[in-house]
């Protein structure tokens, strides 16, 4: 199953996407980052640090040159006590969904020849990342998240 593809089957699960925006809201967690690893995980396939540290950087960039200008613009939107602010707001929404496909597929793309089948030290997953963000339930975020990842694949 290609990235997008999960990504629909998986964040269309109402508790992925409450879990998701809340670990956006209240720690910086980059919710590609997020889907990236639960696709992996999906696929029994492990990430050397390295490879993280590539997709990171892809995200990143991404992530502040445009998707979040126009998430606060979006929001900005919807403050405009004006005609047509719902049709302009859901616009921009259809076009974060673009670039957010565009990143996934783009980081799926670019890191595919490092990711390896098997576990070692030079690994991370989805634990570490919500650690390295300061969440404070990471174990229980990680059991909700890979179990839809799981699940998102039948």
């Known amino acids: 199953m290609d990235i997008w593809s999960f990504c629909e089957s998986f964040y269309g699960r109402q508790p992925v996407e409450i879990l998701s925006l809340r670990l956006q809201q209240e720690n910086n967690v980059v919710v590609g980052l997020v889907i990236w690893f639960c696709w992996h995980y999906a696929h029994d396939r492990f990430i050397p640090i390295n490879i993280f540290k590539q997709a990171e950087k892809i995200i990143s960039v991404s992530q502040q040159q445009l998707i979040l200008p126009l998430r606060q613009l979006r929001k900005h939107s919807l403050l405009?006590?004006?005609?047509?602010?719902?049709?302009?707001?859901?616009?921009?929404?259809?076009?974060?969904?673009?670039?957010?496909?565009?990143?996934?597929?783009?980081?799926?793309?670019?890191?595919?020849?490092?990711?390896?089948?098997?576990?070692?030290?030079?690994?991370?997953?989805?634990?570490?990342?919500?650690?390295?963000?300061?969440?404070?339930?990471?174990?229980?975020?990680?059991?909700?998240?890979?179990?839809?990842?799981?699940?998102?694949?039948?």
């Open 80 to 154: 405009q006590q004006q005609p047509h602010t719902e049709k302009i707001a859901k616009a921009i929404l259809q076009a974060e969904i673009l670039l957010e496909k565009n990143q996934l597929e783009l980081v799926a793309e670019q890191t595919a020849h490092g990711i390896v089948s098997h576990i070692s030290p030079e690994t991370v997953g989805l634990f570490d990342y919500l650690l390295w963000c300061g969440v404070n339930d990471a174990e229980q975020a990680v059991y909700l998240l890979y179990t839809h990842a799981a699940a998102s694949l039948d």
